[in-house]
């Protein structure tokens, strides 16, 4: 794991997204993983003027999404595929189908969850998969726990994250999320990591001292050979 150490969250932004350009030119269709929550949306910003100065970039780019919460229809301005609709996919240009969603309405959401599986498995790998980093080191919806589903699952959430900003708008408190597995994550070609935020000076310490175990989840990206782990200087000031 490379540490890329930035002095505030516009120089992460910036160079993340120079990262994510730089592949991109390379592979004009590759298959982004896209996170959600405040850790991206600097990045996905930074994206978008791209696209609005040269719209053709991002013709062929596809998007699959990292997670979802259980039960929030993707029209809920609170879920995280509008998140990615409007700051994503809108500005970028990304049509439906060039978009892997997580319908977390489905009926059977374990289902649901095989037919991503299913998905993934013809259209990938992930060339870049965009993360970040939760106050207990939950990676997606993976959650601390003594095993982990490799994946793509329903999973439940811990209180730590049903209290995450996102799911105070919502109507309905989700107690499950739709989420990729830490397998098909560690199958990417290439991973980001943006650690921003209040209240990650801890977890943050823990996942850079380097010992790997499923109590922090992230410590897993260790496992892989090509990850760039942006973290902003505040957070270790915090």
Same mark, same amino acid.
């Given at each position: 794991?490379?540490?890329?150490?930035?002095?505030?969250?516009?120089?992460?932004?910036?160079?993340?997204?120079?990262?994510?350009?730089?592949?991109?030119?390379?592979?004009?269709?590759?298959?982004?993983?896209?996170?959600?929550?405040?850790?991206?949306?600097?990045?996905?910003?930074?994206?978008?003027?791209?696209?609005?100065?040269?719209?053709?970039?991002?013709?062929?780019?596809?998007?699959?999404?990292?997670?979802?919460?259980?039960?929030?229809?993707?029209?809920?301005?609170?879920?995280?595929?509008?998140?990615?609709?409007?700051?994503?996919?809108?500005?970028?240009?990304?049509?439906?189908?060039?978009?892997?969603?997580?319908?977390?309405?489905?009926?059977?959401?374990?289902?649901?969850?095989?037919?991503?599986?299913? !998905?993934?498995?013809? +259209?990938?790998? %992930?060339?870049?998969? @965009?993360? =970040?980093? *939760?106050?207990? &080191?939950?990676?997606?919806?993976?959650?601390?726990?003594?095993?982990?589903?490799?994946?793509?699952?329903?999973?439940?959430?811990?209180?730590?994250?049903?209290?995450?900003?996102?799911?105070?708008?919502?109507?309905?408190?989700?107690?499950?999320?739709?989420?990729?597995?830490?397998? !098909?994550?560690?199958? +990417?070609?290439? %991973?980001?990591?943006? @650690?921003? =935020?209040? *209240?990650?000076? &801890?977890?943050?310490?823990?996942?850079?001292?380097?010992?790997?175990?499923?109590?922090?989840?992230?410590?897993?990206?260790?496992?892989?050979?090509?990850?760039?782990?942006?973290?902003?200087?505040?957070?270790?000031?915090?």
């Amino acid at each position: 794991m490379r540490i890329i150490h930035c002095e505030d969250y516009g120089r992460l932004s910036a160079d993340a997204a120079a990262l994510v350009l730089a592949e991109i030119a390379r592979r004009a269709d590759a298959l982004v993983c896209a996170a959600t929550g405040r850790s991206p949306s600097g990045l996905y910003a930074e994206l978008a003027r791209n696209a609005a100065a040269d719209p053709t970039r991002f013709d062929r780019l596809r998007i699959v999404q990292l997670d979802e919460w259980g039960g929030v229809p993707a029209t809920d301005p609170g879920s995280c595929a509008h998140y990615l609709r409007t700051r994503l996919l809108d500005p970028l240009g990304i049509p439906s189908d060039r978009f892997l969603a997580l319908d977390a309405t489905a009926e059977d959401p374990a289902a649901e969850c095989g037919r991503v599986r299913t !998905e993934l498995e013809r +259209s990938g790998p %992930i060339d870049i998969c @965009v993360l =970040g980093l *939760g106050v207990n &080191g939950h990676i997606g919806f993976n959650e601390p726990a003594p095993s982990l589903t490799p994946r793509c699952h329903v999973a439940q959430l811990s209180p730590t994250t049903r209290r995450h900003a996102m799911v105070r708008s919502l109507e309905h408190q989700p107690t499950y999320g739709l989420t990729l597995g830490m397998g !098909e994550i560690l199958a +990417s070609r290439r %991973i980001l990591l943006l @650690v921003t =935020g209040e *209240g990650k000076r &801890g977890v943050t310490h823990g996942l850079l001292a380097g010992d790997v175990t499923t109590s922090l989840p992230a410590s897993l990206l260790w496992l892989h050979p090509n990850v760039d782990c942006f973290v902003e200087r505040s957070v270790l000031e915090s």
